[in-house]
């Protein structure tokens, strides 16, 4: 069968980004064909510092924001990585596959280590490795990511191919980025040229998944914007990062297409369409993070779903795992 694979960081409060670009699709893509294994991937969010104290709120507040939003973990396996060892053992074993040029490439280690390479942790370096070893541990076949994330996933097919190659089998599969329709690269309010992020400087950036509903509008209404009023066309707004981003989350929050929400709003001011983007999102929020404050109330209920999840994970891990340390040689 085709198998989903996908995660999130539990690296600081989830935001409208990783609602629009993740969770929302998760949850339809259980409707489809796919089995679906849906991870809060920690051993990850630790590659940057995270104070120990706060970890385990973050790892229950991804997973209350995956199940609020509606993925059921009867359908789903939903449970976060660290639970299941054999993560950090295959991205072991792919330590000794991948290379290090391979790494050096990527551009999200460019991003994060900047001109500051060396202070950077060991395990920052080889992030696509433990990425590569969560997608295949499973023999996912696809994997919803944003576009941002697609040269990992390009890795991950490196590292499959090099391992088949040079211990001469056709273990491992070639495992397809799903990326498409609107939403899929949020940005940041303040900056329209950068990714909406949970870890990103100001809070003003970015809507959280738990911000109350003053505090939405309030963000939207100091959003940056050019003076301009919204254009009669989509082509209008191609050298307007900030208001394209604008008219891009509205479509994505009603389920329509940017050409939509421009036909509906042209040549509103911003004085009109930031009060109407703000009451949307608060419409479609709200009901999610009442939900979300609901589950995170009981996190011994979190942790047993949790827990629950990694078991039915470990079933199809464990024996993958097995295989591959054999494939290796490895005496077990
Ligand atoms: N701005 C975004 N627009 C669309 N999709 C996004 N995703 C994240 N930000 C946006 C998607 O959310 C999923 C989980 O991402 P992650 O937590 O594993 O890492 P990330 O992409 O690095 O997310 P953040 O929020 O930017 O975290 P920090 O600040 O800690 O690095 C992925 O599917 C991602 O595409």
Known sequence: TPRIFSGIKPSGGLTLGNY???????????????????CVVDLHAITVWQDPAALPGMTR????????????????ILF??????????????????????????????KEKAGKNAEKQSLGLFAYPSLMAADILLYHATHVPVGEDQKQHVELTRDIAAKFNHDYGCEFFPMTEPLIDGPGMRIMNLRDGTKKMSKSGESDMERINMLDDADTIAKKFKKARTDPAPLPETVEGLAERPEARNLVEIYAALSNTTPEAVIA??????WGTFKPALADLAVEKLAPISAEMARLMGDPAEIDRIMAK??????EIADPILARTTEIMGLLR
Request: hydrophobic share 45%; no cysteine.
């Open 20 to 38: 629009l670009g993740a969770i929302k699709r998760f949850v339809e893509m259980q409707d489809g064909e796919h089995e679906t294994i849906y």
């Open 309 to 314: 999840g990694a078991d039915r994970a470990r």
């Open 264 to 269: 509906e709003h042209a040549g509103a001011g």
């Open 80 to 109: 976060n990585q660290a639970r299941v060892g054999a993560h950090a053992e295959l991205a072991w074993l792919f330590n000794t596959v991948a290379r290090m040029g391979w790494m050096n490439r990527m551009t999200q280690w």
């Open 61 to 76: 507040e991804v997973a209350a924001g995956y199940l609020a939003a509606g993925v059921d973990p009867d359908r789903s």
